[in-house]
């Protein structure tokens, strides 16, 4: 267990920034499986951008590496033009 004031406080707040990362990543996911799901150009261009956003934030926040995100972004940029 932690001696001092400001390690139970890190303890705290790591939960916390955990539990953050996890929705965020979570919801990531979700909407990169709706967008690989979609059959309409028209929808998928239109929801394209907010994922990349997504992505985007999590490598910001150290959620995910920043080649995982390019592949990712580049997989799913050319998935939807080929639609």
Known sequence: MANHKSALKRIRRN???????????????????????????????????????????????NVIHANKSANLKSKLTKQVSSL
Do not use: C, G, Y
């Open 15 to 61: 939960e916390v920034v955990k539990l953050r990362n996890k929705v965020q990543h979570k919801s990531t996911r979700n909407a990169i499986k709706k967008l690989k799901d979609l059959t309409s150009k028209k929808e998928a261009i239109k929801l394209l951008p907010s994922v990349l956003s997504m992505l985007d934030k999590l490598v910001k926040n």
